[in-house]
Structures are given as C-alpha cells and as structure tokens.
Nanobody
C-alpha cells in the first residue's frame, strides 16, 4: 500500500512564506511525476505545479516566480516552497504522484494525499 502524507500547511499573513512537504511511503518501486494541486470550496481542483522524475518543472501562471517545487528522491519526498503568499492562494493543497509499485508492473498508478489547509490572511 502506498501513502502520501502532506504537512506544513497553516495560517500565514499575506506576503509570508510556507513550505509544504509530501512524503511517500509503502510499497514503492519508483516515483515518476509528482505534483501539487489546490482546491477551494465550490471550485475544481487545479494544478499548481509539477515535477518530473528528471526534475523538469512547470507552474501555473498564478504562482510563477513565487512558488518553487522540488523533490528528494532518496527520501521519497516532494516540497513546495511558497513565498509572497496572497489571500487568493488560500486553499486545500493536495499532493499527487504517479508511482510504480513493482518492477513487474511498469505502468504507474495515481495516488493522492489527504490535503493540507493553507490560509493566507490579508
């Protein structure tokens, strides 16, 4: 069984910073791409940023220059450094990963964390 556990959310003032972590555990052979999504009540979950196994990254226009995604493959952990936070960044942030659980099952499966709340006050 594979688990993704996010941590690092909380309440911060506008202009502040937070660092989210997403730790993967369980039966894992390889982690391909990883991503952060966010969702506010009544809206669809949106992609914030993603990172491939080769560390290529992409960002939503709304967070470019403010957020940085990274990963530590040895620790099976992904990070999201968020700076210059704005009230519109308030959301539940979800970790997502495409994980291969065994060498004999090369197709990755999609896994999600439980989410962590980020609240930015004005």
């Amino acid at each position: 069984q594979v688990q993704l556990v996010e941590s690092g959310g909380g309440l911060v003032q506008a202009g502040g910073s937070l660092r989210l972590s997403c730790a993967a555990s369980g039966s894992i052979f390889n982690i391909n791409s990883m991503a952060w999504y966010r969702q506010v009540p009544g809206k669809q979950r949106e992609l914030v940023t993603a990172i491939t196994g080769g560390a290529s990254t992409n960002y939503a226009d709304s967070v470019k220059g403010r957020f940085t995604i990274s990963r530590d493959n040895a620790k099976k952990t992904m990070y999201l450094q968020m700076s210059s936070l704005k009230p519109e960044d308030t959301a539940v942030y979800y970790c997502n990963a495409a994980i291969v659980v065994a060498w004999y099952r090369p197709s990755p499966s999609d896994y999600w964390g439980q989410g962590t709340q980020v609240t930015v006050s004005s």
